[in-house]
């Protein structure tokens, strides 16, 4: 994480939130592969307020950087099977 968003990250508490522009900043970067890429280099999942957009949001870069295809179907797939790895690890 950078210092800037790490600086941000500590100050979360004081910073209004926008859920629905973290909702619009998942939903691009699934339409487009260029913008994807811009918030993967520009964002961190830290700065979320919303915990499951946060997880999405890690989950969609996470396909991005290992040069998966990024569509709204790949990334719920993949999430349910992050998602069942958990379950088999905490068990």
Do not use: N
Not at 45 to 60: A, K, N, V
Request: net charge negative; charged share 25%.
């Amino acid at each position: 994480m950078t210092a800037s968003a790490h600086a941000i990250a500590e100050s979360a508490e004081l910073l209004p939130h926008a859920v629905m522009a973290e909702q619009a900043l998942i939903g691009t970067m699934l339409i487009d592969k260029f913008w994807c890429g811009e918030a993967v280099k520009r964002c961190d999942s830290e700065l979320f307020y919303d915990p499951l957009l946060r997880r999405l949001f890690d989950c969609i870069c996470d396909m991005h950087l290992a040069d998966e295809r990024v569509t709204p179907f790949c990334a719920d797939s993949a999430i349910l099977w992050r998602v069942k790895q958990l379950r088999i690890e905490t068990s």
